[in-house]
């Protein structure tokens, strides 16, 4: 393969951005990428910072499912187990604290399954 702006020179890589066979000459190194010297440099920086971002995003993404997870689950067990250990003294009302820390374990189980998307 040969370079796209040049014929005659052998290409060294291709263009991030446009795909293009660039030579020594053409080609401009931006990060790890090679792009269009003078054409494409700046969407190749554009393109890998937003990839960048996207690789953050869903680790930040996960790293908040996780901290619910364990969040809801300690307050769920805590209105559980309250809830069942009072049941014979408050009656209805230990019911509804168990109930409630149903609902959280609910929620910090369907968020331990979201995290894991994250993996
Ligand atoms: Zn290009
Ligand atoms: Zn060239």
């Not at 890589?13 to 003078?38: F, I």
């Not at 680790?59 to 300690?74: E, H, L, M, P, Q």
Request: aromatic letters at 10%; hydrophobic letters at 40%.
């Amino acid at each position: 393969m040969n370079c796209y702006y040049h014929t005659n020179s052998p290409a060294i890589g291709l263009c991030k951005h446009c795909q293009r066979g660039l030579c020594s000459d053409c080609g401009a190194t931006v990060d790890d990428s090679l792009a269009c010297r003078d054409r494409h440099e700046e969407q190749v920086v554009a393109l890998d910072e937003m990839i960048k971002q996207n690789i953050l995003k869903s680790k930040r993404a996960g790293s908040d499912y996780v901290r619910n997870t364990i969040f809801y689950g300690i307050v769920g067990l805590l209105f559980t187990a309250f809830g069942v250990s009072q049941i014979q003294w408050l009656g209805v009302q230990a019911v509804v604290y168990a109930i409630i820390g149903l609902a959280l374990l609910w929620a910090s189980l369907a968020n331990y399954l979201e995290s894991k998307k994250y993996k």
